[in-house]
């Protein structure tokens, strides 16, 4: 009988503790979700605030650059930098040089570099008075043999600057869509383009002095350029395989210009009534 009682009175609990734990099961769950809902709502929020603040800091920044020349010498100029932080990558014009290696991060902006070396910091954001700046870090020196940081001010906002951005982009294409069929020209010999691509009369600024000469047609550019080529002992096509490099606008001789650095020679690329031609065949540095 006392085992009979017992037994009704386990069994009789047993809905107790099943509702009980589906009670706090459900309560559980509810806080759960709550608590899922307030994290997504501060993710949002924090993502949304991140998005705003991207924004805020990308547009034109205007103040002291560092020019770099050989020979670890660097000057110091005034100009400009578009940063925009909205997309990905970010976009970092530096007078003029569209730079493909930067990345954003906590309001900082970063160099890649390889597989060897940790990623440098090309400078960070700050607010002064009310506007935000942009502290670079420069490789230069100064008297007392420390790095110079120096911050440039924006000056306009992304939306008013976006069609300078697209701008440099579009030059940027236009000058490779010029640059391959200039390679394609040496490699086939091809006389006929060689006359449109080069700005005659062009005078050769080579190291042999005693060859040197003014160049006036396109035949003499490409034997000039097949000479040059027999001495390194180099095909044309691997000679050429490799990019140009665009000067800062602020550069002293071939600001905005792009220049090709094949060590037996250089070639200097400019734009001339809405055409991008061979301006200088030299060497140096």
């Known amino acids: 009988m006392t085992k009979t009682i017992i037994a009704f009175f386990i069994y009789a609990m047993i809905p107790v503790y099943s509702s009980a734990f589906s009670l706090k099961s459900e309560s559980n769950m509810r806080d759960a979700g709550t608590s899922t809902e307030m994290k997504q709502d501060s993710f949002s929020d924090t993502t949304l605030m991140e998005t705003e603040l991207k924004k805020e ?5 205007e103040g002291v650059l560092e020019v770099s020349y050989c020979c670890e010498n ?5 100009g400009s930098v578009y940063i925009d932080l ?3 990558p970010i976009v970092f014009i530096y007078s003029g040089v569209i730079g493909n290696q930067y990345f954003y991060e906590n309001t900082k902006i970063f160099s890649k570099s390889d597989d060897n070396h940790e990623n440098s910091i090309s400078g960070w954001f700050e607010k002064i008075n009310g506007k935000w700046v942009f502290w670079q870090t420069f490789e230069g020196y100064d008297d007392e043999g420390e790095k110079k ?6 000056t306009a906002n992304l ?3 976006k069609s300078d951005i697209i701008s440099y982009f579009s030059q940027e294409a236009i000058f490779k869509e010029y640059w391959d069929n200039f390679k394609q020209a040496i490699i086939n010999a091809d006389i006929y383009s060689l006359s449109h691509s080069v700005k005659y009369p062009l005078v050769d600024e080579g190291f042999d002095y005693a060859n040197r ?4 047609s396109a035949s003499e550019f490409y034997q000039r350029i097949i000479m040059y080529l027999n001495e390194s002992q180099t095909s044309t096509e691997i000679f050429f395989n490799k990019e140009c490099h665009r000067e800062m606008e602020i550069s002293d001789g071939c600001g905005g210009c792009y220049i090709f650095y094949g060590g037996k020679f250089n070639l200097v690329f400019e734009k001339i009534k809405g055409e991008y031609k061979v301006v200088r065949l030299a060497l140096w540095g």
């Open 149 to 154: 940081p120096d911050y440039i001010t924006k």
């Open 57 to 61: 800091l990308s547009g034109k920044y």
């Open 159 to 161: 939306e008013s600057c």
């Open 86 to 88: 909205t997309v990905d």
């Open 74 to 78: 660097y000057e110091y100029k005034n």
């Open 213 to 216: 000469k003014t160049i006036n």
